[in-house]
């Protein structure tokens, strides 16, 4: 059974024989029989949803979407956060993955730290000193100044801000959602050089062999941070939240899950009802492949950020990262394990000051072409393989 309480101290679940999210309660057809050995398999985007799907351009006529007044954005390039203990939180970032590319005493007095990670953005991540914990929102690339412009004119956004003090530069607005949420966009920030990539693991399988006289060997210490890809909500009002950033933004739903609701009964009513409580999203740039989601929401009793995610290399780069986030003592929230949706082998830890932190590998990609898909929500939603979904994970 599920632990009722996040665990304090070192990894509750480092060597630990934990059960598995699912269990064998259905009975899967394969082309080997029913099943007892597992299967897997890169299917279409289209044979993986299934029928109960609908095309985007559909879907947004429906909910009276119109994509010319969105504003455009590009990619997810850094978190915003303010922690109490900045020297504390730093030694976690580290830990996680991240390097420092900068660090200042506004004039204010302060203190601010930029961490990047190996790819091209100059930061994926931005802490600042402050009385206690807060989250400052994601920060969203956008494809021009006019369309920063143009969000400055949505109710509520603050002016254009300089960020010249700043890593690359550029410009930034400051939004809040219906539930006070910040969101951000930049324009104008110059690219950082690209790190060195790590290189590519060959693997052996049963039939394809390229290893021959090479050896796998590894070396011990943090997972490197490439690039922010997703963050998180948790919200109150979703069908208002979910409006607001589908007609402000690009957003485009890649998944919705749904709870039944009963039939009210009476005439013209069949059977149960469906109400959608979360939603994964990407950025709609067309033709061009994107993450499966950058941002997600998902109902919940109480408002508050969930947590933002870091793409890794690869499947041992996150059991590497894990040992030695472990070995740190600091406390494992969920994994190593295979979500269902987006397909991302993920592990969430808690960060120093109690926000929830990710490492991704192998995640989806998808386009326009890729219809909205929709599943029932629970447990069993979330992983194919993994420790058991702790109870504190889904609050």
Not at 251 to 263: E, G, I, K, M
Not at 296 to 319: G, L, R
Not at 362 to 381: C, F, H, M, Q, R
Request: charged share 20%.
């Amino acid at each position: 059974m599920a632990e009722t309480t996040p665990p304090t101290g070192s990894s509750a679940q480092w060597g630990a024989d934990r059960p598995v999210t699912l269990d064998a309660h259905g009975v899967l057809s394969t082309p080997h029989g029913d099943v007892k050995p597992n299967v897997g398999a890169s299917i279409t985007d289209i044979d993986a949803i299934g029928p109960n799907s609908e095309p985007l351009p559909s879907w947004q006529k429906r909910n009276n979407i119109d994509p010319a007044r969105q504003v455009r954005l590009v990619k997810l390039a850094h978190m915003r956060y303010q922690h109490p203990d900045l020297p504390k939180i730093t030694t976690f970032l580290k830990d996680f993955g991240m390097h420092v590319v900068q660090q200042r005493t506004a004039a204010d007095g302060t203190e601010q730290i930029w961490f990047a990670g190996y790819g091209p953005d100059q930061y994926v991540y931005y802490a600042q000193s402050g009385p206690e914990k807060a989250f400052l929102g994601g920060t969203y690339e956008v494809e021009s100044y006019a369309e920063l412009e143009k969000a400055a004119r949505i109710e509520g956004a603050s002016g254009i801000l300089d960020l010249s003090d700043a890593p690359g530069g550029g410009h930034m607005v400051t939004l809040r959602d219906p539930e006070g949420f910040a969101i951000n966009v930049m324009f104008g920030q110059t690219e950082a050089a690209k790190g060195a990539f790590p290189e590519k693991v060959l693997l052996n399988d049963e039939s394809a062999k390229p290893r021959v006289r090479k050896f796998n060997r590894y070396t011990p210490g943090p997972a490197a941070v490439h690039k922010l890809g997703h963050y998180g909500l948790c919200v109150q009002d979703f069908d208002q939240q979910l409006q607001w950033y589908t007609r402000n933004f690009n957003f485009a739903p890649t998944d919705f899950l749904y709870v039944p609701l009963p039939s009210e009964g009476g005439k013209g009513t069949e059977g149960p009802q469906k109400k959608d409580v979360a939603v994964f999203a990407h950025i709609d740039r067309g033709e061009d492949a994107v993450d499966h989601h950058t941002f997600f929401m998902s109902t919940n009793k109480t408002a508050h950020v969930h947590h933002c995610s870091f793409e890794v290399h690869d499947y041992d780069t996150q059991h590497l990262g894990h040992q030695w986030l472990a070995k740190q003592e600091y406390t494992s929230v969920w994994g190593i394990g295979r979500h269902i949706l987006g397909s991302q082998i993920f592990d969430y830890w808690w960060d120093t000051t109690g926000n929830m932190i990710e490492h991704y590998a192998d995640g989806d990609l998808v386009n326009k072409d890729t219809p909205i898909g929709w599943g029932s929500a629970g447990d069993e939603s979330l992983a194919v393989w993994g420790p058991e979904v702790p109870k504190w994970f889904l609050e």
